[in-house]
C-alpha cells in the first residue's frame, strides 16, 4: 500500500479544498471516465464516480473496478457507453445494473436510488433518488465519496459526509446512525471488520469508531438474517489481508465470532493446575495466521511457492502469484481440536494428544456450516490441519529418511505449503527456543529436498498396480492384493527397497509366494 502518497494527497486536498485546484489530477486521466462524461451529457443525465475506485485514488493505489452512479438510468448510460467503445453490456434488471469491460478496466452502472429496509430483510426496498440520497445508502464515510463527471465540475469531490478526514484519520464511520446502518444491512458489521483489517498497514491502523463498535455490539445478533454464504465471503476477504489477525480480534471483541465460528472462541483462555498453565490457544492461532500471510508473502515475492492444478487430466504448475485462502483457513483452524483434547497429566503436565485428528473431523462440519465448498479445497484444509504436527515432530526427533519419505507421500504436493505452517506455528516467549526449533527446522527442509530429489516420493506411484498382480497370478479383485500392494508401497517408504519396478517384483513375488500364490505366467 502506498500509504505516504495517499497520506499526502489526502493532506494535499484538505489543505486546498476551497480552491479550485487539480488535486484529483490523474485520478480521471483514463479515457473511459471521458467517455462516459460524454455519453452522460448527450443523455442529460449527471454521472458520478463513486466508492472504493474514490477512496483507493487518495490511499495512492487507483484500482480496475470502477463503480458509476447515475441521476437517471445507470442501464441506459451503461448502454450508450458500450455503443460508443464497442463492448458488450451485462445488464442486471432485477437489480438496476449494468457492467461493461474496456481495457481490462471493470465499470458497473448504477442508477442513484434510495432505499428503506424490512425488519426481517437486508434486501432493499428502491426507489429512484439523488446522488444525495446514494451517498446516504452507503456503508462508510470512505466509501460514500465522488468524483463528478459533468464538464463543469469534472474531478470535483463531493464528500458530504466527510469522508476524507476518516481516511486520514484511519476511521470507519458510517454516514448515518450505525444502528440503522448496521440493523437495516447487518453484513455491513462485518465489512466494518473487514476494512478495517484491510486498510490496516505498518505505519498505522484503521479503526471502528467506538460508538460505531458498540453498535455492532447491540445488533450482533441481526447476522441471523444473512445467508451463511455472504458471512463466508466476508471472512474470506479478511483471511487474505496482511494481517488478518486484526480482523479476528474484531469479531471476538464484537462478539460476531461466537455466532460465525464458535469453536475459535473455545480456544479463549488458559487454566493452571499446581502453578502450571497452558498457552493461550486463540492469541497463538492468531499469531500463527499472521506468520503464515507475512510468509506466504515473502515466497510470492521471491517467486517460491507453486500450485498445482489439473488441466485436460494433466498436472499443470504455476507460480503463486496471489494468497491461499485455504492455506490461511488450514492456519485459522490448526488448532481448532485442541479444546476437546485437553488433559493435565501430573508427570507431562497440559497434553492436547491427537488434537490434529479430531480438528481435521472437524473441517468437513465447519465447512459445511458456513455452506463452504466441500470439493478438494476443503480437502485440502483438512489434510493440512491432520498432518501439522507431523514436521515438528521431525525437527525435536531424529531425522530419519523413513520419516520424511512417509511425510513426503503423505503431503505430496502440498509439502511446501505444509512446511510453510509448520514453520508459522513455532512460537514461543523464549526466543532461543524458537531459534533453536527453526534452525532444526532448516535442516528437515534439507532431508526433504535429498529424499525427494533421490526418491521423488512427493508424486508417489505405486510401481506394482492391481492389474499388474491379477494378471501375474491370475486372480481376480481380492483382498491379498490390496494386502500386497500395500506391502511394497511400505517397503519403498521404508527405504527397503528403492523405487522402482524391478526391486517392487522381486520383492511382490516373494511375499505373494508366502501367501500361497503361485505366478501363472
Given at each position: 500500500m502506498?500509504?505516504?502518497s ?7 486536498f484538505?489543505?486546498?479544498?476551497r480552491?479550485?485546484m487539480t488535486?484529483?489530477?490523474?485520478f480521471?486521466d ?9 455519453a452522460?451529457?448527450?443523455?442529460g ?13 487518495f490511499?495512492?493505489r ?8 447515475v441521476?437517471?438510468?445507470?442501464i ?17 434488471r432485477n437489480?438496476g ?14 442508477g442513484a436510488?434510495k ?8 434486501k432493499?426496498?428502491?426507489e ?9 445508502r ?7 465519496m ?22 486520514a484519520a484511519?476511521?470507519?464511520r458510517?454516514p448515518l446512525d450505525?444502528d ?6 447487518p453484513?455491513?458489521?462485518i ?20 460508538e ?6 447491540r ?14 465471503d466476508?471472512l474470506?476477504?479478511i ?9 479476528f ?5 464484537t462478539?460476531l465470532?461466537?455466532l460465525?465460528l464458535?469453536?475459535?472462541c ?6 493452571s493446575?499446581?502453578?502450571?498453565g ?6 497463538h ?10 510468509a ?12 498445482y492444478?489439473?488441466e ?8 503463486r ?10 492456519a ?16 507431562a ?18 465447512f459445511?456450516?458456513l455452506?463452504?465448498p466441500l ?8 489434510k493440512l490441519v ?17 520419516a520424511?519419505?512417509?511425510l513426503?507421500?503423505?503431503?505430496g ?7 510453510l ?8 516467549k ?5 531459534e ?5 527446522f ?25 492389474e499388474?498382480?491379477?494378471d501375474?497370478?491370475?486372480?481376480p479383485?481380492?483382498r491379498e492384493?490390496?494386502e500386497?500392494?500395500?506391502f511394497v508401497?511400505n517397503?519403498?517408504?521404508d ?9 517392487a517384483?522381486v520383492?511382490?513375488r ?7 500364490l503361485?505366478?501363472?505366467k
Amino acid at each position: 500500500m502506498k500509504t505516504w502518497s495517499g497520506l499526502h494527497r489526502i493532506n494535499r486536498f484538505n489543505r486546498f479544498k476551497r480552491l479550485k485546484m487539480t488535486v484529483t489530477q490523474g485520478f480521471l486521466d483514463g479515457k473511459i471516465f471521458q467517455i462516459i462524461s460524454d455519453a452522460a451529457e448527450r443523455q442529460g443525465v449527471r454521472a458520478f464516480v463513486i466508492g472504493g475506485y474514490v477512496r483507493d485514488c487518495f490511499l495512492g493505489r487507483p484500482g480496475k473496478d470502477i463503480d458509476v452512479v447515475v441521476e437517471g438510468s445507470g442501464i441506459g448510460l451503461a448502454e450508450a457507453v458500450g455503443e460508443a467503445v464497442h463492448s458488450k453490456v451485462s445488464v442486471f434488471r432485477n437489480f438496476g445494473t449494468a457492467m461493461l469491460k474496456y481495457k481490462g478496466i471493470e465499470v458497473e452502472f448504477v442508477g442513484a436510488r434510495k432505499e428503506s429496509y424490512r425488519r426481517d430483510s437486508r434486501k432493499p426496498i428502491v426507489e429512484d433518488g439523488t446522488l444525495e440520497d446514494d451517498q446516504c445508502r452507503r456503508d462508510f464515510t470512505i466509501n460514500a465519496m465522488a468524483f463528478s463527471l459533468q464538464k463543469e465540475d469534472y474531478g470535483a469531490l463531493v464528500d458530504p459526509f466527510g469522508g476524507i478526514r476518516d481516511l486520514a484519520a484511519g476511521i470507519i464511520r458510517t454516514p448515518l446512525d450505525p444502528d440503522t446502518t448496521y440493523s437495516d444491512d447487518p453484513l455491513r458489521m462485518i465489512r466494518a471488520i473487514r476494512f478495517a483489517t484491510r486498510l490496516s498497514g505498518p505505519d498505522r491502523q484503521f479503526r471502528i469508531v467506538p460508538e460505531s463498535l458498540e453498535s455492532i455490539k447491540r445488533n450482533r445478533d441481526r447476522l441471523s438474517i444473512l445467508s451463511r454464504e455472504r458471512i463466508a465471503d466476508e471472512l474470506d476477504k479478511i483471511l487474505v489481508c496482511s494481517r488478518p489477525s486484526i480482523g479476528f480480534r474484531l469479531l471476538d471483541e464484537t462478539g460476531l465470532l461466537e455466532l460465525i465460528l464458535p469453536q475459535l472462541c473455545k480456544l479463549k483462555g488458559t487454566e493452571s493446575v499446581d502453578g502450571h498453565g497452558h498457552k493461550e490457544n486463540f492469541s497463538h492461532t492468531l499469531e500463527v495466521l499472521d506468520n503464515v500471510a507475512a510468509a506466504e508473502a515473502d515466497s510470492i515475492a521471491g517467486g517460491m511457492l507453486n500450485d498445482y492444478f489439473m488441466e485436460d487430466g494433466v498436472e499443470t504448475v504455476r507460480i503463486r502469484t496471489e494468497p491461499n485462502l485455504w492455506l490461511r483457513w488450514a492456519a485459522l483452524l490448526h488448532d481448532i481440536g485442541k479444546p476437546a483434547t485437553k488433559r493435565y497429566d501430573k508427570a507431562a503436565g497440559w497434553t492436547f494428544h491427537g488434537h490434529e485428528v479430531v480438528g481435521a473431523r472437524m473441517v468437513p462440519k465447519i465447512f459445511k456450516s458456513l455452506k463452504m465448498p466441500l470439493n478438494e479445497k476443503m480437502k485440502y484444509v483438512e489434510k493440512l490441519v491432520l498432518l501439522h504436527l507431523r514436521p515438528i515432530a521431525l525437527v525435536t526427533e531424529e531425522v530419519t529418511d523413513s520419516a520424511v519419505r512417509r511425510l513426503l507421500f503423505d503431503a505430496g504436493n502440498d509439502i511446501d505449503d505444509l512446511m510453510l505452517l509448520c514453520n508459522a506455528d513455532i512460537t514461543s516467549k523464549n526466543p532461543r527456543k524458537v531459534e533453536r526449533l527453526r534452525q532444526n527446522f532448516i535442516l528437515v527442509r534439507q532431508k526433504l529436498a535429498e529424499v525427494e530429489a533421490k526418491d521423488a516420493i512427493r508424486n508417489f506411484k505405486n510401481p506394482i498396480t492391481g492389474e499388474y498382480i491379477m494378471d501375474l497370478y491370475g486372480i481376480p479383485p481380492c483382498r491379498e492384493i490390496g494386502e500386497l500392494k500395500d506391502f511394497v508401497k511400505n517397503a519403498i517408504l521404508d527405504g527397503v527397497i528403492g523405487n522402482n519396478f524391478d526391486e517392487a517384483d522381486v520383492l511382490l513375488r516373494k511375499k505373494a509366494a508366502e501367501m500361497g500364490l503361485n505366478p501363472v505366467k
